[in-house]
């Protein structure tokens, strides 16, 4: 018998209709492409992942052989599970295997630490975890403990042979347990936000809504079964699954390549010696392939394309990378919410080097609105609303935000600033959210500020973006506080609330007070500005 499938906000039944009838929801799981590719290239390669090549056959074989086992323990619908694993090969065989089972999981990013984790747990009480030994948090049992509903952890690098994820993915011995997926309009799985606010707030996606913005991503992108991609960046991160990501490569039958971390001593040699043509990138590595590729004359004779998205690309950098890479640039501005914009093949160059292009689909409805939510005319920068065929309708569980995202119409504003360009593409200028974009790593200043204010000598805390040439963004905490606290104290005590270590402020200022709007609110504009002038002399 089936259990209560997970809730979420549904689009209203006219809309849905129409995705489905304009070809966009197709009614299919989001597993289907790449057990396409199993049954009609099983020797094709999947994943390349240190030494180790998953064809297609291995990558549908364990996840089967997963899903099976948690079918016979009793999983399906109804269950969630939190997820943590590095850029390993599992990573996409376990998602692979829960969206099979019907098993709806949320997958972490492996920077993530206790807090954020428990956060995850909290919302979703998953009575399933598959996390990495080798990680800080579950190095012994103590998270697993505190899940209230949890039935079963497992782990890669177990030694109890029991929670050993590699034996619960072994092919031989699976049992013929039945496994369905859950039906294509619901949840498959919840994405993660970048947030604004004091939790991270969960994105949940439906096979349909997310299998469409991946299949245009492919047609838009040019992938094909020929593809070697890149994948540097956090692998659960949605541009990396979708932008067209490694869902993208799968349904396409392409090979996903693994890195540890996008520095090029690392993924270069990776480039040359698998031929890989596609890479995903933030700028911030952009800037760091641009040096290293000057310096050292690497073979990346293989890229075709380079895809640049996640924070803002300075145009100027823009134009260095087909001359410097020897491939095309496209640039990508989505969001984990939804929405996906690309610049496309045979734009003009103004379009490609200093825009982020279109949505995916000519049913993404796009207003631009100025603070009284009117429509501004084009070339003028304004809020970002959209409604959409892949764009979320609501947070998980979260009324009080959803109601202060979303219009009544069901626009989604994304706290991006952007204008609309003569060719029609989108330009994003800036950003209203109270967020810091850490070179594409999010972090909402609420989360940070409430962690600082737990610290007894603490008053006041504001969490503020400063420019940085690599970065683009770094963080600064402006903190009021009793005399004598110092950085390294505070510093010291955010790690010890266990949080992602791209959140701990590059910056602490000490200040008397903190300037205020006139409606009492922290001005956070006065502050940005303060800390951009270069710090006074001195006095001797
Ligand atoms: C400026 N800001 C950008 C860009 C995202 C593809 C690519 C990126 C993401 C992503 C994604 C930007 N220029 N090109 O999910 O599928 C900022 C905006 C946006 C926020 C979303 C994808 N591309 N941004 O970055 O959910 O502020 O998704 O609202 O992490 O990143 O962040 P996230």
Redesign the pocket.
């Given at each position: 018998m089936d259990r209560k499938l997970v809730a979420f906000e549904r689009w209203p039944a006219h809309l849905a209709d129409r995705y489905r009838a304009r070809g966009y929801w197709l009614g299919k799981p989001l597993c289907h492409g790449a057990e396409a590719q199993a049954r009609h290239r099983p020797g094709a390669t999947a994943i390349l992942c240190g030494d180790r090549a998953v064809s297609y056959g291995d990558l549908d074989a364990q996840a089967r052989a997963l899903a099976a086992r948690l079918a016979q323990a009793g999983f399906g619908h109804g269950d969630t599970a939190l997820v943590q694993l590095p850029n390993v090969a599992e990573f996409y065989i376990v998602f692979q295997a829960l969206l099979k089972a019907g098993i709806v999981p949320i997958n972490a990013l492996w920077s993530h630490r206790q807090s954020e984790l428990a956060s995850y747990a909290e919302q979703i009480r998953p009575r399933l975890l598959i996390a990495d030994r080798s990680h800080p948090v579950f190095g012994g049992n103590g998270f697993a403990a505190g899940c209230d509903r949890l039935a079963l952890a497992l782990y890669r690098n177990a030694e109890d042979p029991r929670r050993d994820l590699a034996a619960w993915l072994d092919p031989a011995g699976a049992p013929a347990a039945e496994f369905r997926p859950t039906p294509a309009g619901q949840v498959a799985f919840f994405?993660?936000?970048?947030g604004s606010t004091g939790t991270p707030k969960l994105i949940p996606r439906t096979h349909d809504d997310y299998d469409y913005?991946i299949r245009e991503s492919n047609r838009i992108c040019g992938v094909t079964e020929a593809t070697r991609f890149l994948v540097a960046l956090p692998a659960p991160?949605?541009?990396l699954?979708?932008?067209p990501?490694a869902l993208g490569v799968f349904q396409a039958g392409g090979t996903v390549v693994l890195a540890a971390a996008p520095d090029p001593q690392i993924c270069f040699p990776l480039i040359a010696r698998h031929r890989i043509d596609m890479v995903?990138l933030?700028?911030s590595a952009v800037a760091l392939w641009l040096e290293a590729a000057r310096r050292d004359a690497p073979d990346l004779s293989s890229l075709e394309r380079m895809?640049?998205?996640?924070?803002?690309?300075a145009e100027a950098t823009a134009r260095q990378v087909p001359g410097v890479f020897g491939c095309a640039l496209q640039?990508?501005?989505?969001?984990?919410?939804g929405l996906?914009?690309y610049t496309r093949d045979g734009d003009d160059a103004e379009t490609v080097f200093a825009s982020?292009?279109r949505p995916i689909s000519p049913d993404d409805e796009i207003r631009i609105l100025d603070e009284s939510g009117r429509e501004v005319p084009e070339g003028t920068p304004g809020m970002?609303a959209v409604r959409g065929p892949y764009t979320f309708r609501g947070y998980y569980n979260a009324p009080e935000q959803n109601a202060r995202v979303f219009d009544r119409e069901g626009f989604y504003y994304?706290?991006?600033v952007v204008e609309r360009t003569e060719t029609g593409s989108l330009r994003?200028v800036g950003?209203v959210?109270d967020?810091i974009?850490r070179g594409?790593?999010?972090i909402a200043a609420e989360e940070i500020e409430n962690l600082l204010l737990r610290h007894p000598q603490v008053r006041q805390a504001a969490l503020v973006a400063v420019p940085d040439p690599m970065m683009g963004e770094r963080s600064c905490a402006v903190i009021v506080g009793e005399d004598g606290l110092r950085a390294p104290a505070l510093r010291r005590h955010l790690m010890e609330q266990g949080i992602a270590e791209y959140k701990i402020p590059d910056r602490f200022q000490f200040a008397e007070a903190l300037p205020l709007t006139p409606v009492g609110k922290t001005d956070k504009k006065a502050l940005r500005e303060a800390l951009a002038r270069p710090a006074p002399a001195p006095v001797s």
């Amino acid at each position: 018998m089936d259990r209560k499938l997970v809730a979420f906000e549904r689009w209203p039944a006219h809309l849905a209709d129409r995705y489905r009838a304009r070809g966009y929801w197709l009614g299919k799981p989001l597993c289907h492409g790449a057990e396409a590719q199993a049954r009609h290239r099983p020797g094709a390669t999947a994943i390349l992942c240190g030494d180790r090549a998953v064809s297609y056959g291995d990558l549908d074989a364990q996840a089967r052989a997963l899903a099976a086992r948690l079918a016979q323990a009793g999983f399906g619908h109804g269950d969630t599970a939190l997820v943590q694993l590095p850029n390993v090969a599992e990573f996409y065989i376990v998602f692979q295997a829960l969206l099979k089972a019907g098993i709806v999981p949320i997958n972490a990013l492996w920077s993530h630490r206790q807090s954020e984790l428990a956060s995850y747990a909290e919302q979703i009480r998953p009575r399933l975890l598959i996390a990495d030994r080798s990680h800080p948090v579950f190095g012994g049992n103590g998270f697993a403990a505190g899940c209230d509903r949890l039935a079963l952890a497992l782990y890669r690098n177990a030694e109890d042979p029991r929670r050993d994820l590699a034996a619960w993915l072994d092919p031989a011995g699976a049992p013929a347990a039945e496994f369905r997926p859950t039906p294509a309009g619901q949840v498959a799985f919840f994405q993660l936000s970048g947030g604004s606010t004091g939790t991270p707030k969960l994105i949940p996606r439906t096979h349909d809504d997310y299998d469409y913005s991946i299949r245009e991503s492919n047609r838009i992108c040019g992938v094909t079964e020929a593809t070697r991609f890149l994948v540097a960046l956090p692998a659960p991160h949605n541009y990396l699954m979708s932008s067209p990501g490694a869902l993208g490569v799968f349904q396409a039958g392409g090979t996903v390549v693994l890195a540890a971390a996008p520095d090029p001593q690392i993924c270069f040699p990776l480039i040359a010696r698998h031929r890989i043509d596609m890479v995903p990138l933030v700028p911030s590595a952009v800037a760091l392939w641009l040096e290293a590729a000057r310096r050292d004359a690497p073979d990346l004779s293989s890229l075709e394309r380079m895809l640049v998205g996640g924070a803002a690309f300075a145009e100027a950098t823009a134009r260095q990378v087909p001359g410097v890479f020897g491939c095309a640039l496209q640039q990508v501005f989505g969001m984990a919410e939804g929405l996906v914009n690309y610049t496309r093949d045979g734009d003009d160059a103004e379009t490609v080097f200093a825009s982020q292009g279109r949505p995916i689909s000519p049913d993404d409805e796009i207003r631009i609105l100025d603070e009284s939510g009117r429509e501004v005319p084009e070339g003028t920068p304004g809020m970002l609303a959209v409604r959409g065929p892949y764009t979320f309708r609501g947070y998980y569980n979260a009324p009080e935000q959803n109601a202060r995202v979303f219009d009544r119409e069901g626009f989604y504003y994304s706290g991006d600033v952007v204008e609309r360009t003569e060719t029609g593409s989108l330009r994003v200028v800036g950003r209203v959210k109270d967020q810091i974009n850490r070179g594409g790593e999010k972090i909402a200043a609420e989360e940070i500020e409430n962690l600082l204010l737990r610290h007894p000598q603490v008053r006041q805390a504001a969490l503020v973006a400063v420019p940085d040439p690599m970065m683009g963004e770094r963080s600064c905490a402006v903190i009021v506080g009793e005399d004598g606290l110092r950085a390294p104290a505070l510093r010291r005590h955010l790690m010890e609330q266990g949080i992602a270590e791209y959140k701990i402020p590059d910056r602490f200022q000490f200040a008397e007070a903190l300037p205020l709007t006139p409606v009492g609110k922290t001005d956070k504009k006065a502050l940005r500005e303060a800390l951009a002038r270069p710090a006074p002399a001195p006095v001797s």
